[in-house]
Nanobody, 123 residues
Framework: QVQLVESGGGLVQAGGSLRLSCAASGRTVSSYAMGWFRQAPGKERDIVAA????????YYADSVKGRFTISRDNAKNTVYLQMNSLKPEDTAVYYC????????????????WGQGTQVTVSS
């Protein structure tokens, strides 16, 4: 079991940066693969980035490659999403998620979810 709380969202101008944080309690973050998802109004929740337990393998959606970076600090029980060169189309609620199975991370089937944090990018 793990509880996840996202923070760091807000309003930013196009081209700006934000860093989202996901603080975990209960089980340690090191026990799980971690992912970031986002959902815009009227759209499906889509995977943005994911990372294995050790951080040795990552995944990024094509729309964010080269702009976003997922990282984890297992000692602090926290995962991050650094978002640079933000675009209006990045506007969404961003969710942190945890998954026990470390072998498959490119999936919507994660086991635990945070409450989400709003990211709004103005043009």
């Amino acid at each position: 079991q793990v509880q996840l709380v996202e923070s760091g969202g807000g309003l930013v101008q196009a081209g700006g940066s934000l860093r989202l944080s996901c603080a975990a309690s209960g089980r340690t973050v090191s026990s799980y693969a971690m992912g970031w998802f986002r959902q815009a109004p009227g759209k499906e929740r889509d995977i943005v980035a994911a990372i294995t337990r050790s951080g040795g393998r990552t995944y990024y959606a094509d729309s964010v490659k080269g702009r976003f970076t997922i990282s984890r600090d297992n000692a602090k029980n926290t995962v991050y999403l650094q978002m640079n060169s933000l675009k209006p189309e990045d506007t969404a609620v961003y969710y942190c998620a945890a998954k026990w199975d470390d072998n498959v991370i490119i999936t919507r089937r994660y086991d635990y979810w945070g409450q989400g944090t709003q990211v709004t990018v103005s043009s």
